[in-house]
Nanobody, 124 residues
């Protein structure tokens, strides 16, 4: 059983920063590629970023490139999403996800395990 628990969401002004964390239970954390997704009200869930098992590869949505950084600490079974220069359009529930894949994928169907989400609200 793999469980994911996100934290770090909150309310921030435009231009501010937040760091999200996702702790993954289980002894096979390093076997999974990890991703962050988000879903705003009325919108479909969308890909934000992904990191490979050994952190040698990352991938970002164009909308967050240069502002967000994904990272992981396999010793702590944790991934992070550092979000800088936040914009009101970044407001969403952010989910972390885990999947087994040979290369990074942005489609959510490749991720088998999901957290419950954490709310990020960016005020203008």
């Amino acid at each position: 059983q793999v469980q994911l628990v996100e934290s770090g969401g909150g309310l921030v002004q435009a231009g501010g920063s937040l760091r999200l964390s996702c702790v993954v239970s289980g002894r096979t954390f390093s076997s999974y590629a990890m991703g962050w997704f988000r879903q705003a009200p009325g919108n479909e869930r969308e890909f934000v970023a992904a990191v490979s098992r050994s952190s040698d590869s990352t991938n970002y949505a164009d909308s967050v490139k240069g502002r967000f950084t994904i990272s992981r600490d396999n010793a702590k079974n944790t991934i992070y999403l550092q979000m800088n220069s936040l914009k009101p359009e970044d407001t969403a529930v952010y989910y972390c996800a885990a999947g087994i894949m040979n290369w990074l994928r942005s489609a959510d169907r490749h991720y088998a395990y999901w957290g419950q989400g954490t709310q990020v609200t960016v005020s203008s």
